[in-house]
């Protein structure tokens, strides 16, 4: 029997927004190059808010503290910010690469996005879809991607894990915060080295890169290639062998709720992994269907720049979500540690939760989407 939304009720509030723009290309929504863009005429956008309340007040309780395993070497390895896990010492300390990912169907099957430690699926135009794979093993990959452009909030995304964007292009509007990250852009200057047109595919689903060219272009462009000494990492992550059991609702398939691609997950108890599903069939990247530990659903206030369909998300004003791990579902909410801070997740109690060790997927949806996410049990 399906159970859907938890916790959680929407309201929705509409308003048109506007933005004076110069140096625009009017109706065409794909890349463009930053030398095209007058940067000074991209105002600020205010989201469209919405009300989403919780119906459960939390609960004052005393939580256990949670201590974090000493990251130190073991045989060679240490443990992953991305992902907890313990791998080689020389790929956990190094920046991983945040590559920006098509969802178009013409663009299938992704290829690296196995290897992505961290996943975040976002809107980019009306109901379409794009990824950001956060990857730290990818020595080996000669092709990744195909790649696509950037959006204002990926910059956030990136910064938050340090690591270095690669992207191909960017709308008008996030041109001015390409500055605030990192980046290999792909239709300017050097960045361009770093990617390759393949010959079976047609334009725009066409443009990749490789590890190889990716190394070389960071060497180039004198990117610092270890975390920063500040860096602490991202996520909390469960110790040693523990596994997290969530006291919620069950979440053997979780829908998300975008409608453009209708993806879904369905957890396998076996393994412990939920397997993704998009298009109506198993997603695959090149090394076989996409499966993961945890998934995060994140809601966030959202808007349009002027009249055009680039979606303006508001990724620093905390709003709530879900947790989803090992068959279960908790409601949470978000907070981001100031304009260049990770964002964080707590439950209903204030605590910040822990994650399993493993993947995650993180779905950025708007606050009026709520009443789309749906769980179902056995």
């Known amino acids: 029997m399906m159970k859907k939304r938890g916790r959680f009720l929407a309201g929705i509030t509409a308003l048109m927004l506007t933005v004076m723009l110069s140096g625009c290309g009017g109706d065409k929504y794909e890349e463009v190059v930053a030398t095209t863009v007058a940067v000074e005429a991209t105002a600020a956008v205010e989201p469209i808010r919405q009300s989403v309340v919780l119906e459960t007040e939390p609960?004052?309780?005393?939580?256990?503290?949670?201590?974090?395993?000493?990251?130190?070497?073991?045989?060679?390895?240490?443990?992953?910010?991305?992902?907890?896990?313990?791998?080689?010492?020389?790929?956990?300390?190094?920046?991983?690469?945040?590559?920006?990912?098509?969802?178009?169907?013409e663009a299938l099957p992704h290829y690296g996005i196995n290897r992505a430690g961290v996943v975040y699926e976002a809107p980019v135009e009306g109901t379409m879809n794009r990824y950001m794979a956060i990857i730290e093993d990818f020595d080996d990959l000669d092709r990744i991607g195909s790649v696509r452009s950037c959006r204002t909030y990926y910059t956030y995304f990136a910064r938050e894990f340090d690591a270095i964007y690669a992207h191909f292009g960017q709308s008008t509007f996030a041109v001015p915060y390409l500055e605030n990250v990192d980046n290999i852009n792909g239709v300017e200057g050097v960045g361009g080295n770093a990617f390759f047109r393949s010959s079976d595919k047609k334009q725009p689903h066409n443009a990749y890169a490789s590890a190889d060219k990716l190394k070389k272009t960071i060497?180039?462009?004198?990117?610092?290639?270890?975390?920063?000494?500040?860096?602490?990492?991202?996520?909390?992550?469960?110790?040693?062998?523990?596994?997290?059991?969530?006291d919620g609702?069950?979440?053997?398939?979780?829908?998300?709720?975008?409608?453009?691609?209708?993806?879904?997950?369905?957890?396998?108890?076996?393994?412990?992994?939920?397997?993704?599903?998009?298009?109506?069939?198993?997603?695959?990247?090149?090394?076989?269907?996409?499966?993961?530990?945890?998934?995060?659903?994140?809601?966030?206030?959202?808007?349009y720049y002027a009249t055009t369909e680039y979606l303006n998300i508001n990724v620093h004003t905390g709003r709530e979500g879900y947790y989803i791990t090992n068959g279960k579902?908790?409601?949470?909410?978000?907070?981001?540690?100031?304009?260049?801070?990770?964002?964080?997740?707590?439950?209903?109690?204030?605590?910040?939760?822990?994650?399993?060790?493993?993947k995650t997927w993180i779905c950025v949806n708007g606050t009026d989407k709520v009443h789309r996410t749906e769980f179902y049990g056995k």
């Open 219 to 246: 060497d180039k462009l004198g990117y610092r290639t270890e975390y920063s000494d500040t860096y602490e990492g991202h996520f909390r992550f469960a110790n040693g062998s523990d596994q997290i059991q969530l």
């Open 59 to 105: 609960e004052e309780t005393t939580a256990a503290v949670w201590e974090p395993e000493e990251r130190i070497e073991v045989d060679g390895k240490i443990r992953s910010y991305l992902t907890g896990e313990m791998v080689d010492v020389e790929k956990a300390n190094r920046r991983p690469i945040a590559i920006m990912m098509s969802n178009d169907k």
């Open 329 to 358: 579902a908790i409601p949470v909410t978000w907070k981001k540690d100031g304009e260049f801070g990770v964002t964080r997740y707590y439950d209903l109690e204030g605590n910040e939760i822990i994650l399993n060790k493993g």
């Open 249 to 303: 609702q069950d979440a053997y398939k979780v829908v998300p709720g975008y409608t453009y691609n209708e993806p879904w997950f369905e957890y396998n108890e076996n393994d412990g992994l939920y397997y993704r599903y998009q298009y109506g069939t198993a997603h695959k990247g090149n090394e076989g269907q996409i499966a993961v530990k945890n998934i995060i659903i994140q809601y966030a206030e959202w808007g």
